[in-house]
């Protein structure tokens, strides 16, 4: 080699002098591969502005907390959910601790006769009763009261005013035309729609689930066959049969359960054989059957995972129709017994007393606010689930 011609790197590439002649100074401590750029770099980070490194499951989480008002509204239903589980603690007609002439009792957990407190009958005590009342408040007794003095099914024999009662400070949102405290009946019926509807969205989602994977993943005469199938059974009448079983067995919550998970998963099961279809021709899953994988493990360990996202954003919405399902149904007459509370019966207590206001207008506020806060988390969850989104 010449003096004129100067080193080459690799294939022909001239090299750069350096300060000394040589190759240019890389910066860094002990010279090597110039570092990556961090995460906090824009070239690093997603359209959404999160960073590469992160599982997609805690993307989707920050892309749903960005997401204000949905991200609120879970927090929200989900403290109204928790303190409904402890109604009882929340609205009864029984004390949650007594202590009258040093001993100590449990009415929530067992019932005691009235002459263990200075009556006459060995009938269960009446709580609410004013002798009663008079003998907890002597010197040296105390009582624990819950927060509102009335369970769901309580008459108040003493109650000042003629039922319906508007509000007032023994009944805050008044009570019901049978003289039932209506906050009590809220609260209680509020536990009784998250959690039917909870149930119910459960066993949708689970043959919606299997149906739907069945469709997409063996499509051909297996998929046309189920088509048909759900053609020729979405065309039942779903309220006929319910006014039909409904005049046969007593109403409850078993029946409505059952009936309404008959027809409640072909709207899901569309969208799982939808991402089935999609994904069953994709490259991972012929590497799969390539390695001798069964059709069964193919479906649980690589295509359903991939096939979740339409059913997790489905949910809450899938939820809230549960919850008008049966509130409409109770509406009707055709949903549960008069003495379960319930807000579709309160609503229709509302509609035969118009002058009581305070029954159907306290019932739609928490109907409205509940179907509200899980409208806006299922907005938020599609929209987390969206990866196309900034």
């Known amino acids: 080699m010449s003096a004129t011609t100067p080193p080459t790197l690799g294939a022909g ?28 770099s824009p070239a690093a980070r997603d359209p959404a502005g999160l960073p590469p490194a992160l599982s997609p499951t805690r993307r989707a989480w920050l892309r749903f907390k960005r997401d204000r008002r949905g991200y609120w509204s879970l927090w929200i239903f989900a403290t109204l959910f928790v303190l409904s589980l402890g109604a009882e603690l929340l ?6 601790l007594v202590s009258h002439e040093g001993q100590l009792y449990v009415p929530m957990l067992r019932d005691y006769p009235e002459t263990a407190f200075g009556g006459d009958f060995p009938t269960p005590t009446d709580w609410l009763d004013p002798f009663i009342r008079e003998q907890l408040e002597r010197p040296g007794n105390w009582a624990i009261l819950p927060p509102n003095g009335y369970s769901f099914n309580t008459l ?11 509000p007032s400070s023994t009944n805050v949102l008044g009570t019901d035309d049978r003289g039932r405290d209506v906050l009590a009946r809220l609260i209680y019926g509020f536990r009784v729609s998250v959690l039917f509807g909870l149930a119910l969205t ?25 088509q048909r199938f759900i053609e020729i059974w979405s065309s039942v009448p779903e309220l006929y049969l319910l006014i ?20 409640g998963w072909m709207g899901l099961s569309d969208y799982v054989r939808a991402e089935f279809l999609r994904n069953r021709n994709l490259e991972y899953v012929t590497a799969a059957r390539a390695l001798g994988l069964s ?4 479906i649980r360990r690589h295509v359903l995972p991939n096939s979740m996202t339409p059913v997790i954003a489905f949910l ?16 009707l007459g055709l949903g549960v017994p008069p003495t379960t509370p319930s807000l579709g019966e309160l609503l229709a207590q509302g509609k035969s007393n118009l002058d009581a206001w305070w029954i159907s207008m306290s019932t739609f506020t928490v109907l409205v606010v509940t179907l509200m806060l ?12 969206d990866t196309r989104r900034g």
């Open 244 to 263: 039909i079983l409904a005049s046969i067995f007593e109403p409850g919550l078993g029946i409505l359960l059952v009936i309404l998970s008959l027809f």
């Open 295 to 298: 059709n069964g493990q193919i």
């Open 202 to 226: 459960a066993i949708g989602v689970l043959i919606g689930v299997v149906m739907g994977a069945i469709q997409g993943y063996f499509a051909g005469r297996v998929d046309l066959t189920v």
């Open 316 to 331: 809450p919405f899938r939820m809230s129709g549960s919850i008008l399902a049966l509130t409409s149904l109770d509406f």
């Open 91 to 96: 609205s009864n007609d029984k004390p949650l």
């Open 374 to 385: 899980l409208i806006f988390i299922g907005e938020a969850l599609r929209n987390a689930l």
């Open 156 to 166: 108040n024999y003493f109650a000042p005013s003629p039922n319906p009662a508007p």
């Open 13 to 40: 590439v001239p090299a750069v002098d350096g300060p000394a002649g040589g190759r240019p100074p890389i910066s860094g401590s002990g010279g090597g591969r110039p570092p990556l750029p961090s995460t906090g």
